[in-house]
């Protein structure tokens, strides 16, 4: 045995042999511990109306009226480790729109980003889209002031910049919008408020309207805070009369309306703002002046300033008016008015005025009235009041009278009747309207009284009568 230990030779091959055998023995046992099942066990699942997600449609033209379904169930297959990393990716079931246009389109789904080794069954695997096309209308701006300002002021009417705004929606759903709004608190506001407000779409029934475009949604709002204001009409006055043999042809004025500034029931009460008068007696020639507005009856300001009134002067001239009737006013169903004189129940009257005035007139615009309100039975000789246009008047002072008959409707006179033509004498149900143009203050032409009381013819069966109710201007 030691021969053999001191060969060179046997040890070398005890040596391999040795090598072999625990080669083999590593081998063997590493390959019980790495073993692998050829069969893999697989498990399947199922994702209940998961989610269809639509992309690529052209959102600035075309609108996503329906899809459906709206979710569809996903069917997994794999093995467990795989299935149980499908909570934690971001999967999704896309729907892709990219392309198409208005109309009624089927789908074919897709599933994305479920982990690797997971196959996915989509049911189902196809959807409907119905897509319309977006539709765009141009629309004013609305601004709704919710509470009130301070005490004493008012506001104004708010403005938008811009004005008017775009809304876009699809098709079927434009005509459901009725305006576009925004709203501005103001309450408790001393002045001028300016804003930007966002805005939003309305039905016909103030109803608010999801999902509308509105280009630009915000807008920028002034709203002025003032006291409160109102435009009125103003009224110029004349008085006097230009120089002997002359008259107004005309008068005009640059300034029409004023805006005045005062207490709430102080403006509301003024129909036309006056205070600016004229004295034509001052007036030799054409001449235009230039006049103060002043500040009348608490009102504490008014714009503008300044009016500038242009008159224009002409030679008088003279004009006679023959049988012009006697217009009764204030007849009272229970009497009989007869005039006796003049019996034709017109008179004649001359007017005086510019020629460009007296040229035009007409017999309609010179009116003869007599007032019989409020009188009695009896016989009166009675005032007649003149109606003339303005700067227009009559030539002479003459006081213009006429004697009046009043019965009792039911009573039987005796003698002659006479009767009075019915072209000549009329019964208007309301006083004549006055027959000037837009001034109530002028004394030149308008109402005319040719006196002041009436006088009563007496006889002897005659009863004395009071005095009649007088509605007439002295001129």
Request: aromatic share 4%; glycine share 6%.
């Amino acid at each position: 045995m030691d021969r053999l230990l001191n060969n060179t030779n046997f040890v070398r091959v005890v040596a391999l042999l040795l090598g072999v055998l625990l080669w083999l023995v590593v081998r063997l046992n590493y390959e019980q511990i790495n073993v692998r099942p050829n069969n893999p066990v697989l498990q399947t699942d199922t994702i209940v109306d998961a989610k269809v997600t639509p992309v690529g449609l052209d959102t600035e033209q075309y609108y996503l009226s329906s899809i459906e379904p709206e979710g569809v169930d996903v069917h997994v297959q794999g093995t467990s480790s795989a299935l149980n990393r499908i909570p934690n990716s971001q999967y999704a079931i896309i729907a892709d729109l990219t392309g198409l246009t208005e109309g009624i389109h089927e789908v074919e789904l897709t599933a994305q980003n479920f982990p690797r080794g997971v196959e996915v069954t989509l049911d189902p695997d196809v959807v409907t889209v119905t897509i319309e096309r977006m539709e765009t209308k141009q629309f004013d701006v609305i601004i709704e002031l919710i509470g009130t300002p301070a005490e004493g002021l008012k506001a104004g009417v708010p403005v938008a910049n811009p004005s008017r705004v775009h809304a876009t929606v699809p098709a079927s759903r434009l005509d459901a919008i009725h305006s576009i709004r925004g709203k501005i608190d103001i309450h408790g506001a001393a002045e001028t408020i300016v804003r930007e407000v966002k805005l939003e779409a309305y039905d016909a029934s103030g109803k608010l309207l999801e999902d509308v475009a509105i280009s630009p949604s915000i807008v920028s709002v002034e709203v002025p805070i003032t006291p409160p204001i109102r435009s009125v009409p103003l009224q110029v006055s004349y008085i006097g009369r230009p120089p002997q043999g002359l008259s107004v042809a005309g008068v005009s004025q640059d300034v029409e309306f004023v805006t005045i500034t005062g207490p709430q029931e102080v403006i509301d009460a003024i129909d036309f703002y006056e205070g600016v008068v004229v004295d034509l007696s001052r007036i030799t020639a054409d001449q235009t002046l230039t006049l103060e507005i002043p500040l009348m009856n608490q009102i504490t300001s008014v714009e503008p300033r300044e009016v500038r009134v242009a008159i224009d002067v002409e030679p008088t001239v003279q004009r006679t008016f023959e049988a012009v009737p006697i217009r009764l006013f204030g007849e009272q169903g229970d009497y009989e008015i007869a005039i006796t004189s003049p019996e034709s129940g017109t008179i004649s009257l001359t007017v005086e005025g510019a020629e460009a005035l007296v040229s035009r007139l007409t017999a309609g615009d010179v009116q003869v009235i007599l007032d019989v309100s409020n009188i009695a039975p009896g016989s009166y000789v009675l005032p007649l009041r003149v109606n003339l246009p303005r700067f227009i008047e009559l030539a002479a002072a003459d006081d213009l009278r006429v004697s009046v008959t009043v019965t009792e409707a039911s009573e039987q006179t005796s003698g002659p009747v006479h009767e009075e033509p019915e072209s000549v004498v009329t019964k208007p149900e309301q006083p004549p309207e006055d027959r000037r143009t837009d001034d109530p203050d002028s004394d030149r032409g308008g109402n005319q009284d040719t006196g002041n009381q009436p006088s009563e013819e007496t006889t002897d069966d005659e009863r004395t009568a009071g005095e009649p109710r007088s509605t007439a201007n002295t001129g």
